[in-house]
């Protein structure tokens, strides 16, 4: 296991117009001859959660209003990229995506797809080899991987096994009560074996510091291109 410095831009920290993903949060976009979005909740746009973020970087790629530097062409560059007017927005502003914004996706792409290289290194295998990834958190839930994979954030070895697993910390302590409540109950070693699943995780798990191994910025650098 290893931990990226991805930042809040998955959750839409650090983005001009970027929110959690909650009801309001435009979670898909595409973009054609019009920008067409989805929003949680089916109600007015408030902003970009993560999945919006990543959809709205691989669409603008798609269509060439970035190059494979992440630089705007003009007129976006200065005024960013309109996803919706101010009068169809639940704020009473448009809502746009910016250079800044893009560069601030590039970099936290580049620390996922950095980390995910290492680890597959450090633990001498291959993308082929691996059965599924699973994507945590509110940001997986909603999560289009076909809709990304021009990011080439994951190992395109790898986007096809993508599963989006939800909340799986709020999971867990929901498995881990209802094991005590068994246990209190009827079925005694239900929390025993519990626990022993989770003891044997820990100790299976190894800490990799990605700031400690070979090759790591240079896996970061060249992988900030889009």
């Not at 408030?46 to 630089?71: H, M």
């Not at 059965?131 to 991987?145: E, I, S």
């Not at 867990?172 to 209190?184: Q, T, V, W, Y």
Request: glycine share 12%; with cysteine; proline share 3%.
């Amino acid at each position: 296991m290893c931990s990226t410095a991805a930042g809040p831009v998955f959750e839409g920290g650090g983005i001009s117009c970027g929110m959690g993903g909650v009801n309001g949060a435009i979670a898909h976009v595409r973009i054609g001859d019009a920008c067409s979005i989805d929003v949680i909740g089916d109600g007015a746009p408030l902003g970009l959660c993560g999945t919006g973020v990543l959809e709205t970087v691989s669409e603008l790629r798609k269509t060439g209003i970035l190059d494979e530097t992440g630089l705007m062409k003009e007129p976006y560059f200065k005024l960013g990229f309109s996803l919706v007017r101010a009068e169809d927005s639940g704020t009473d502003s448009r809502i746009a995506f910016t250079q800044d914004d893009v560069r601030a996706v590039q970099m936290a792409k580049a620390a996922i797809r950095a980390g995910i290289e290492t680890l597959l290194t450090s633990a001498a295998m291959k993308p082929e080899e691996i059965d599924a990834v699973y994507v945590a958190g509110g940001y997986g839930q909603h999560m289009d991987f076909q809709a990304i994979r021009a990011l080439q954030m994951i190992p395109d070895a790898l986007i096809d096994k993508c599963v989006a697993a939800g909340n799986t910390s709020l999971q867990g302590c929901i498995h881990l009560l209802h094991a005590l409540s068994l246990s209190e109950k009827e079925t005694p070693d239900a929390l025993f074996k519990t626990m022993a699943a989770l003891d044997a995780l820990t100790q299976d798990a190894i800490e990799v510091v990605l700031a400690q191994q070979e090759g790591f910025e240079a896996l970061y650098y060249a992988s900030m291109g889009l």
